[in-house]
T-cell receptor
């Protein structure tokens, strides 16, 4: 079965640069979530989208923005990168019908800011 | 605000021994509880949902509202159970997951 796809899998950036992370949900899933997992920490919710509209917002810095497109894929844009942004960024998707509470996770994008 | 606590960061047992991973939560309403597992170099995978009352890979978890706990149990641990386990909750269907700190389980031969 198709799973959540994230690209790139690894990314190295310098301080103050920008980065764009992409997430492709499971087909027919219309809700996308973004989480950040720092080294040795649990995943922290950043933001979510349902039907291309922001549905919830967590501890996402103002330097970050995200959107969901008409094909339901989502992009997380990160600007003015800081060393502390180095983390594993997970995307998850869920269907709005059936089992909406089950979130299916992608493999993550590992971002390293130097 | 909701909070999930997993008191043990590391847990080591021998193969065939019972294992229990503890999870406590604080939330004023009726949350939905989950256990997610992350095997080495793999993505987070759903293991159990409390509403399903199912057993997956021999694991079970019972929601105890009185003690606000959702401990994960398996009577006979296997080496392939070695992984990071996260307890998580949501307030309502389709909302954000709040994770615990995780417990790294190692099952020794």
């Amino acid at each position: 079965a198709a799973g959540v796809i994230q690209s790139p899998r690894h990314l190295i950036k310098e301080k103050r640069e920008t980065a764009t992370l992409k997430c492709y949900p499971i087909p027919r899933h219309d809700t996308v979530y973004w989480y950040q997992q720092g080294p040795g920490q649990d995943p922290q919710f950043l933001i979510s989208f349902y039907e291309k509209m922001q549905s919830d917002k967590g501890s996402i810095p103002d330097r970050f923005s995200a959107q969901q497109f008409s094909d339901y894929h989502s992009e997380l844009n990160m600007s003015s990168l800081e060393l502390g942004d180095s983390a594993l960024y997970f995307c998850a998707s869920s269907p709005s019908r059936g089992n909406p509470e089950t979130q299916y996770f992608g493999p993550g994008t590992r971002l390293l800011v130097l | 605000a909701q909070r999930v606590t997993q008191p043990e960061k590391l847990l080591s047992v021998f193969k065939g021994a019972p294992v229990e991973l503890k999870c406590n939560y604080s939330y004023s309403g009726s949350p939905e509880l989950f256990w997610y597992v992350q095997y080495s170099r793999q993505r987070l995978q759903l293991l159990l949902r409390h509403i399903s009352r199912e057993s997956i890979k021999g694991f079970t978890a019972d929601l105890n509202k009185g003690e606000t706990s959702f401990h994960l149990k398996k009577p006979f641990a296997q080496e392939e159970d070695s992984a990071m386990y996260y307890c998580a909750l949501t307030e309502t269907s389709g909302s954000r997951l709040t994770f615990g700190e995780g417990t790294q389980l190692t099952v020794n031969p």
